[in-house]
């Protein structure tokens, strides 16, 4: 599976943007799909997962105001957020791999093999 992340951009705070992330190969629909972002000098977080049934996780800051979902024709998945605040400011990765493991923004990323290259969103106050 390859990634390609696309969409980042410098927004105010308040604001909003959509994450894409093409997905090559066809099996990628078996798999667990996360954003994942990072900021210098910190560890990479979990910000949301959709796993193969569709069930979708959020890490607690972003809940409220960030959706992830897919789709599955374009092979593409996608990251809308909104009410944009400073401390979303990071380069944001799309993750997958298969299971077996929780399909969480709590699991640890070494859990998924296969990475984009990152896109940065940058939120000014």
């Known amino acids: 599976v390859q990634l390609v992340e696309s969409g980042g951009g410098s927004v105010q705070a308040g604001g909003s943007l959509r994450l894409s992330c093409g997905a090559s190969?066809?099996?990628?629909?078996?798999?667990?799909m996360g954003w994942f972002r990072q900021v210098p000098g910190k560890e990479r977080e979990g910000v949301a997962t959709?796993?193969?049934?569709?069930?979708?996780n959020y890490a607690d800051s972003v809940k409220g105001r960030f959706t992830i979902s897919t789709d599955n024709a374009k092979n593409t998945l996608y990251l809308e957020m909104n009410s944009l605040k400073s401390e979303d400011t990071a380069m944001y990765f799309c993750?997958?791999?298969?299971?077996?493991?929780?399909?969480?923004?709590?699991?640890?990323?070494?859990?998924?093999?296969?990475w984009g290259q990152g896109t940065q969103v940058t939120v000014s106050a």
């Open positions: 190969g066809d099996t990628y629909r078996s798999y667990c």
């Open positions: 959709i796993d193969m049934d569709g069930t979708k």
């Open positions: 993750a997958a791999d298969a299971p077996p493991f929780f399909c969480l923004p709590s699991t640890k990323e070494e859990r998924f093999n296969y």
